[in-house]
């Protein structure tokens, strides 16, 4: 499977030309840039890593694309996302996310299902790569 | 007309009998509004005869302190503060007959926090005046120092981005169609057909409430199913719109407690339950972290002529107020009701936190909102993927899409339906953030991206053609003027 979180997930992968040029417009805007890296793809789970800190005064792509290029380097086989904060009064949070980087190999969710009285089923959704001990999910 | 005051002072005011409005303190074009006044501004056609400025005092009246005959008991209070005044009246451009009247109401007419008493009084015994012909409630101002006497959006933008951990991209929704019949288990599939195939969300419509062909409850178990389903086959937070409309609040809140417990993310409720009814929802979804959706059922028929009722844009100010999280707002391309600019000034009163006078797109007065939360606006109804450049353009980023038949009613499926929704919101953000014209150059981005995706190919060839082009009945009174300068 793919999982689809963020903002591009159903386009084919972004070529480095095109993430350099979405983290451009990010810049333009004067919002911060950060790269997070992740081996749990839990849908619920919101704190990824954190390469380094948020990219607070670059001007130029160039920059978080080298910086990027650093933590596929070290994290290749892991889920890598852009994220652009954007500290204006009344938002104050993330303003894009999208992934560019992804296991070889995606294997999905288990969705283990409690029944519980009546007709009703406690749901919870389990990543099968979580099996593995975190920093061995996804290498081989 | 806007001559000096014909106020009646001391003794003589409060002789018994029948006073002209005007003459009662209704009427006072010397006013200055306080910065803690209420402001409505309605469009008055007064009965033929009926001088203007008497109809716009009988308005500001009618809907505050007065009856039809001088009354004593007034010199008990303090009664010049309690009369609402009428400050301005301009005629109406291109519409002879009809005015435009700014009447400012004392902050202490108003009871803090309830749409319900703002409503009565505003949009009370007013309207069914005898010497007025019609009568609408265009815009209101209200005063910081009311808008923090109410909740606001129970989750608002934001927070609901952050708990969906969606950003940068319009939300993607569908009605389950039909609206009517469909079995539990059977409504389920389209819900996880259409969640599974990319959207972020499904919704009930406004009908679907608890009938013979589907209980509740049973709607509730299987969308939830449909929801997890969905939800581990994509790795992402999906959510569906569970309408807990009912008979009594009683009833509400049960069916409230029921998606609770099942961990839905979301509930929905329709306009005609009412304003206290909604406030109610808004306070139990702020303590039950839950989104509310508001479907504005009803609406149209005090909103869609110009000549009477209760504009939009003042339902839309007083649903921020009462504090729910979505509500839908036109499409301008769809089937229903939308002219572009009057719109906008909808979309801008949802999500933005002050709103300049901007008479072009009917908004009257400066409108400051005090952090309140933002309103997510709905744009559903006759729209596809073929217009996506089109909504992006005209509705921004933090808005849900729907697309009903849009999706549903994809030659391959709804899946198929779904993503080409999404491949097509997607290629279309991409290309807008790469700083490319994306409005004009939208139908190629768009067959660019069903290069790669067959469904998007397919949905653009079946819907190529459908657009919905009548003229709007509820467009601006007043157009831009080309500005001189540079």
């Known amino acids: 499977m793919r999982i689809t979180q963020g903002c591009f997930s159903f386009l084919p992968d972004l070529t480095d030309e095109q993430i350099q040029s979405q983290i451009q417009y990010c810049l333009k805007r004067g919002w911060a840039v950060n790269i997070e890296f992740t081996d749990d793809p839990h849908p619920r789970n919101t704190y990824w890593e954190m390469w380094g800190l948020p990219m607070f005064d670059l001007r130029d792509a160039a920059g978080i694309m080298k910086e990027l290029a650093d933590c596929r380097r070290v994290y290749g086989d892991r889920y890598i996302r852009i994220c652009g904060f954007d500290s204006s009064h009344g938002w104050e949070s993330v303003r894009i996310s999208f992934i560019v980087n992804r296991p070889a190999n995606e294997p999905g969710f288990d969705l283990k299902r409690q029944e519980a009285a009546g007709r009703k089923v406690r749901y919870s959704t389990h990543a099968y790569a979580a099996d593995r001990p975190e920093g061995e999910r996804y290498s081989s | ?486």
């Open chain 2, 1 to 486: 007309m806007n001559e000096q005051s014909m106020t009646v002072r001391g003794r003589d005011r409060y002789k018994s009998g029948v006073m002209e409005y005007k003459r009662m303190g209704y009427w006072e074009p010397d006013y200055e509004p306080k910065d803690t006044d209420v402001i409505a501004l309605f469009r008055v056609t007064p009965q033929n005869g009926v001088d203007p400025a008497e109809a716009c005092a009988a308005v500001a009246g009618e809907s505050s302190t007065a009856t039809w005959t001088v009354v004593w008991t007034d010199r008990l209070t303090a009664a010049e503060k309690y009369r609402a005044k009428c400050y301005r009246a301009d005629p109406v451009p291109n519409s002879p007959g009809s005015y435009f009247a700014y009447i400012a109401y004392d902050l202490d007419l108003f009871e803090p926090g309830s749409i319900a008493n703002l409503s009565a009084s505003i949009i009370g015994n007013v309207f069914g005046f005898k010497p007025l012909k019609a009568l609408r409630l265009e815009d209101m101002r209200l005063p910081v120092a009311y808008v923090k006497t109410f909740q606001g959006p129970a989750t608002g933008i934001v927070v609901e981005r952050e708990r969906l951990d969606k950003f940068g991209r319009p939300l993607l929704g569908a009605t389950v169609k039909p609206k009517l019949g469909l079995s539990g288990r059977n409504y389920g599939r389209v819900v996880y057909e259409a969640l599974k195939g990319g959207l972020d969300f499904t919704k009930d419509d406004e009908n679907i409430n608890s009938q013979p062909f589907m209980h509740w409850r049973e709607r509730f178990l299987c969308c939830m199913e449909a929801v997890n389903r969905a939800q581990a086959a994509t790795g992402e937070i999906k959510g569906t719109y569970l309408n807990v409309t009912a008979a009594t609040m009683e009833d509400m809140y049960e069916r409230a407690e029921f998606a609770h417990e099942l961990g839905s993310n979301i509930v929905m409720i329709d306009l005609v339950i009412g304003y206290t009814a909604i406030q109610s929802m808004a306070k139990w979804a702020r303590r039950n972290d839950m989104i509310l959706h508001l479907h504005r059922a009803g609406h149209s028929t005090y909103t869609r002529q110009r000549s009477h009722g209760v504009s939009f844009r003042v339902i839309a100010k007083w649903m921020r107020l009462a504090g729910v999280d979505h509500i839908h707002a036109g499409t301008v391309v769809g089937k229903l009701e939308g002219d572009p600019n009057t719109t906008r000034g909808y979309y801008d009163i949802c999500r933005e936190d002050f709103n300049p006078t901007q008479l072009e797109h009917g908004i009257f007065f400066d409108q400051h909102w005090a952090s309140l939360n933002k309103l997510m606006p709905v744009a559903s109804g006759g729209i596809h993927a073929g217009q996506m450049h089109q909504l992006l353009d005209l509705l921004g980023e933090d808005v849900v899409l729907q697309f009903g038949g849009g999706t549903i009613g994809h030659p391959r499926g709804i899946q198929a339906g779904a993503t080409a929704n999404r491949v097509a919101l997607e290629a279309m953000i991409l290309a807008r953030n790469e700083g490319r014209d994306y409005v004009h150059e939208g139908p190629e981005i768009l067959a660019k991206a069903a290069q790669t995706c067959t469904p998007l190919r397919e949905a653009l060839e079946v819907w190529k053609d459908v657009t919905f082009n009548y003229e709007s009945t509820d467009a601006p009174d007043f157009v831009p003027t080309p500005s001189v300068a540079g």
